[in-house]
């Protein structure tokens, strides 16, 4: 395969896994069992993202919406802290990005 397969394979790969990420995600807020996935497993999605969104900002010089409109303002707030105190960043810093952005 050459690279250029290789990176459309991988973005098909991560598509698909994207379908099926939310759809296992729907059914457990379905049936409120938010806590079968571990810490560890919400962290490693939520870090994928995050690079996976910041990088893809940055290439193309245009924010991304990360969100569908099914995700409600407080869990956009919940996680929105959430970064931030992973950082020890606080709504000051968050201010000084805010103003950057475009």
């Known amino acids: 395969m050459s690279v ?3 990176r459309r394979q991988a973005a098909e790969d991560l598509a698909d896994f994207g379908q099926r990420l939310e ?5 457990l807020l379905e049936h409120g069992e938010a806590t079968e996935v571990s810490e560890e497993t919400v962290r490693r999605l939520v870090s994928a993202a995050t690079r996976l ?5 940055e290439a193309t ?3 991304v919406n990360p969100l569908h409109d099914d995700v409600i303002a407080t869990e956009a707030i919940v996680l929105a802290c959430a ?3 992973a950082r020890d960043l ?3 810093d968050l201010a000084l990005w805010f103003s950057r952005s475009h």
């Open 23 to 27: 759809q296992s995600v729907t059914v």
């Open 61 to 63: 010089g245009q924010e």
């Open 90 to 92: 606080n709504p000051f």
């Open 83 to 85: 970064l931030l105190k």
């Open 53 to 57: 969104c910041a990088a893809r900002t």
């Open 4 to 6: 250029s397969e290789v």
